[in-house]
């Protein structure tokens, strides 16, 4: 047992015969992420790689463009909260509290809007079954989803190389944890492909735009809104990788599958 997951006392319906049981479940904790010592937001998350959350949270919502811009931070595992010490406009942080709406995610997370961007579609070719083996061989790796069914999953890929791969039971979480580790490390994302394991909706495309990653491919749905933001950001979009297919939603003029 680790901190991840939780033992819990359950009664089971099974064959028409109702008996007590024991249940992994996933853990669950709430973030607070605040700066300058002003709360900005409560995440519920898996307690697990938190600091990368929050570091990926801010790039990918466009709070923070550059590390530079946090001179330091107090971190209460304790308390799961983070105090960022900022020197950012006053202006960005009023304009993501203004313009910020629910996702469709888990617990109270935001997504900002986006300003004016015109990138460029994924120049390079994509090796269609290497892709789907990867994607399969990526979703089975996950140990927690398999004694649970409880969390999401999201890595960042280069070469058909898995380089950052995080899980939680947002699937937004999941994608700011890898954004966030990336973002520690300097990595430049825009040759990266963007993995995940839920569905692709506007937010997650939204934070692939403020974080230049080119391209998206989920196992799951597509949502109309993502369509539309991936058309006007020039974001490849695909979904329902999975088995021997996957659909192309956007910018499959450009997309070369081999």
């Known amino acids: ?13 099974d064959t028409g015969k109702l008996n ?3 249940d992994l479940v996933i853990r669950e904790c709430s973030l607070t992420i605040l700066l300058n010592g002003e709360r900005l937001i409560a995440i519920s998350a898996l307690p697990d790689n938190l600091m990368e959350l929050a570091w990926g949270f801010l790039f990918s919502e466009g709070l923070i463009l550059d590390k530079a811009e946090i001179s330091g931070y107090d971190f209460d595992e304790g308390n799961h909260l983070l105090d960022f010490q900022v020197t950012i406009p006053a202006t960005r942080i009023s304009r993501f509290r203004e313009t910020a709406e629910k996702t469709s995610g888990c617990g109270s997370a935001l997504s900002s809007t986006l300003a004016e ?4 579609w994924w120049k390079t070719s994509l090796k269609g079954e290497k892709i789907l083996t990867l994607m399969k061989e990526f979703i089975g790796s996950s140990e927690l989803f398999k004694s649970t069914g409880g969390v999401h999953l999201a890595g960042l890929v ?8 995080a899980e939680d039971l947002g699937r937004h979480n999941a994608v700011d944890k890898v954004i966030g580790r990336a973002f520690l490390k300097d990595d430049n994302l825009a040759d990266c492909i963007l993995l995940c394991s839920g569905r692709l909706s506007s ?3 939204k934070k692939a735009v403020r974080t230049g990653i ?11 809104g993502a369509i ?7 974001i490849v979009l695909i979904g329902f990788a999975r088995g021997s297919r996957m659909n192309i ?5 450009e997309l070369e599958i081999i």
Do not use: C
Request: charged fraction near 30%; glycine fraction near 6%; avoid cysteine.
């Open 228 to 234: 539309r933001l991936g058309w006007e950001y020039r």
């Open 214 to 224: 080119p391209l998206i491919i989920s196992k799951s749905a597509v949502t109309s």
């Open 158 to 165: 280069r070469d058909y190389q898995v380089l950052y791969k």
């Open 249 to 253: 939603y956007t910018g499959f003029q």
């Open 203 to 205: 937010e997650i495309v």
């Open 1 to 13: 047992m680790d901190d991840k997951q939780k033992l819990v006392e359950i009664r089971k319906f």
């Open 20 to 22: 007590y049981h024991t």
């Open 117 to 120: 961007n015109s990138g460029l």
